[in-house]
């Protein structure tokens, strides 16, 4: 898949919480710059190691388990500097959203997950490059809409207040 499913899946779930927190208690569950972050998270795989065909990203060790559970540790060794009060679900978050990464590459053309010990290939071909693009517009307009409808539960909550304030 391409830069913009990887990057913009991890934020529009994390948009969704968004939502369901604002709906509930008028208070988001996410900052601005924590999605900015996961959506970094969700590139981060290809940020390490750039590939152009399928052959780079198989012995790619970015896209292994082993990368993976390395991550774990290092994202919540950073998410506590950054986030100390909520930094188990931010470094949990970002961690999601580099697994995420993998899992869509498996079904987008597959993953050798024990690289080096084990060229096997974990494919479900699902998703057929034809399709890349239009996922990504897809991914895009939903996190836009998102946006919106994030912001009118916000506007909502604002009134709600000025009007129990009087």
């Not at 931010?90 to 590459?105: E, S």
């Amino acid at each position: 898949m391409f830069i913009g499913v990887h990057a913009m899946l991890p934020v529009v779930i994390a948009t969704a919480a968004d939502i369901a927190c604002t709906a509930k208690s008028q208070k988001r569950a996410f900052s601005v710059s924590d999605r900015w972050a996961f959506g970094f998270c969700g590139i981060l795989p290809d940020v390490l190691t750039p590939h152009i065909g399928l052959h780079s990203r198989l012995t790619s060790f970015s896209h292994t388990l082993w990368f993976v559970l390395a991550a774990l540790p290092v994202l919540l060794i950073l998410s506590y500097l950054w986030h100390r009060r909520n930094f188990m679900r931010f470094a949990i978050f970002c961690w999601f959203a580099v697994t995420l990464h993998l899992l869509c590459d498996m079904i987008s053309g597959g993953i050798a997950p024990l690289y080096p010990l084990s060229a096997k290939v974990f494919s479900f071909y699902r998703i057929l490059p034809k399709f890349w693009i239009p996922l990504d517009v897809l991914t895009i307009s939903v996190f836009m809409t998102e946006l919106v409808l994030l912001r009118k539960l916000e506007t909502k909550s604002d009134l709600l207040y000025v009007v129990r304030k009087r």
